[in-house]
């Protein structure tokens, strides 16, 4: 089937209002989370061929995600779908003001190749929560998810209610040139931006998760050791192939040369003295990203790592790098951590502002001022206090970048709203018609409507 009878099918089936009701929705997802239950081997096997990815961090990052998004999009879906009660103004007693979600139609979701199972199905779970249809196209950088997720998602759903395309830029190109009612795009910036200048002709809402250099401050009073725990757990999970892993760190000069020999003992400690040879590290997902990293550490004053071993880049750490360098102006998306270093505090906070606003950043920190500041002065799509990564893991907060790094969010209710038109509406009673808004005006009416809305 071509693209466009897909979606022009797709929109046929929609139109039939079949996918409106509670039932229909809820089996929709009961049987997503079946499916993906009695494949889970196949899917984590898939991973390990794309990525190199173990099962215990395809579960924790992917699948054990998507179980996490599913169950509470079941548990809380009849409430999302129902009438959302608002306070009616005195004006307009008397009536009753309420919301109600309605589906796009047909959407449009662009997966990318880093966490190709998770977020692929992370905003379908939206999607089908909301009552659309959906094509799902996954990156074609990791082929044997891409097949394995076509596979699940056609032994459970007809196509002209969700359909996979698989492919390359070929069939990214004619897909933005359909007419979808919403699309959701993962991926880079400049990508990104084609995915808005194309919906822009249909007046297509979009919502973008993109990127950035996402910082990570560790000043004096972190707790240096614990630190560089998590700095190393979040940075190298995927191989640091992660949208909101920490992409450089800014250090207090005080506490500078005790992290870096703490993040290089947690290296250690974590992957053992050759990562490379540790089954439980991921590779780069290909060789034309290789070589791009190889071209970011080129001439990089490297302190620590820097080795290859097939497909795999050994964590290594830069210290003190050229701030308008390519490592430094490009998201790393590798295992590779620049550690640059700072006086004052409003040293690093300004280093940030200068910069495009990052999807995710982090502080380390007991000073309750400088978090305060932090949080004020920053803007960011989302991070963490005294650890990272683990923001995103939260299905009771959206997740969702702002300026460059993107717009709007999902993840539970998130992810809902994201799939979802709010309608407004009054309900106006009528027993009771209050003549002051009708002609002719008169000066008791006048009178009374200042009195309704001052």
């Known amino acids: 089937m071509d693209i466009k009878t897909c979606v022009d099918n797709q929109r046929a089936y929609f139109n039939t209002h079949a996918t409106l009701s509670y039932a229909f929705r809820f089996e929709a997802l009961t049987l997503l989370k079946r499916v993906i239950q009695e494949h889970e081997l196949e899917i984590m096997e898939a991973l390990k061929q794309d990525l190199g ?13 998507v179980f996490e998004e599913l169950n509470y999009a079941r548990k809380n879906l009849k409430k999302w779908m129902g009438f959302q009660r608002v306070p ?21 979701i662009m997966a990318p190749w880093n966490y190709p199972f998770q977020l692929t199905m992370s905003p379908l779970i939206g999607a089908l929560a909301a009552g659309n249809c959906a094509i799902v196209k996954p990156s074609a950088y990791a082929p044997a998810t891409s097949h394995c997720i076509a596979k699940l998602l056609n032994i459970i759903y007809d196509e002209c209610y969700v359909a996979v395309i698989e492919g390359g830029r070929a069939e990214n190109t004619e ?30 809402p979009v919502t973008l998760e993109l990127g950035g250099k996402s910082p990570c401050l560790v000043d004096a009073s972190a707790d240096i050791e614990l630190a560089a725990r998590r700095i190393i757990f979040g940075k190298l999970l995927n191989a640091g192939q992660t949208c909101v892993a920490p992409d450089y760190i800014l250090v207090d000069s005080r506490v500078k040369e005790p992290l870096i020999k703490a993040l290089r003992s947690e290296i250690i400690r974590q992957y053992g003295t050759n990562p490379t040879l540790n089954e439980n590290y991921p590779q780069i997902i ?3 990203h290789e070589q791009r990293l190889n071209e970011l550490l080129m001439d990089q004053p490297v302190v620590y790592g820097g080795l290859w071993n097939q497909h795999k880049l050994m964590p290594t750490l830069v210290v003190d790098p050229d701030p ?12 590779i951590l620049p550690i640059l270093t700072y006086t004052h505090f409003s040293e690093a906070l300004h280093f940030i502002q200068q ?37 995103l893991a939260t299905t009771a907060m959206p997740f969702g970048g702002v300026g460059h790094s993107g717009m709007g969010g999902y993840h539970g209710y998130a992810s809902f709203k994201a799939f979802s038109h709010t309608k407004s509406i009054v ?25 309704f809305m001052k």
């Open 286 to 288: 290909n060789e034309k």
């Open 324 to 335: 308008n360098s390519s490592l430094m102006q490009e998201e790393i998306f590798g295992p």
């Open 175 to 204: 897909l933005l040139e359909q007419r979808f009612d919403t699309i959701f795009f993962t991926g880079g910036v400049q990508v990104g931006r084609l995915v808005m200048e194309k919906a822009s002709r249909w007046l297509t």
């Open 427 to 451: 309900d106006k009673s009528t027993l009771i018609d209050l003549p002051i808004r009708y002609q002719p005006v008169s000066p008791w009416k006048a009178k009374l409507v200042r009195k």
């Open 355 to 391: 910069r495009e606003k990052p999807l995710a950043a982090y502080l380390f920190s007991e000073n309750h001022k400088h978090q305060d500041r932090f949080l004020r002065e920053c803007s960011f799509g989302g991070g963490c206090l005294n650890d990272t990564i683990i923001h």
């Open 53 to 65: 990815k173990s099962n215990f961090e395809s579960y924790m990052t992917e699948i054990g995600m």
């Open 88 to 108: 009616t103004p005195l004006a307009q007693f008397p009536a009753v003001s309420f919301t109600i979600a309605e589906p796009f139609g047909v959407a449009l």
